[in-house]
């Protein structure tokens, strides 16, 4: 996955999805966001098992991919940017 995205709509969306996460859970999975780059849109994936959180934005994706990756981390990594 190679994604150019702008960072003040980056750090917006995941803003929003980390908001579902919590940071201690028994289900390690559920703590991460799944991050899917495709036809020009970057789509953040969270859920807590109750509430599930979609945001899309778009983004110059010049590889298609998915990964996971710690929402609290990944927030505080691209709001330090």
Known sequence: MKINVERGALLKALGHVQSVVERRNTIPILS?????????????T?????????????????????????AHMLYDIVRKM
């Not at 991460?32 to 953040?44: D, E, F, P, R, S």
Request: overall charge negative; charged content about 20%; cysteine-free.
């Open 32 to 44: 991460n966001v799944l991050i899917q780059a495709a036809k020009g849109k970057l789509t953040l």
């Open 46 to 70: 969270a859920t807590d098992l109750d509430i599930e959180i979609v945001e899309s934005l778009p983004s110059d994706v010049l590889r298609n991919g998915a990964a996971t990756a710690p």
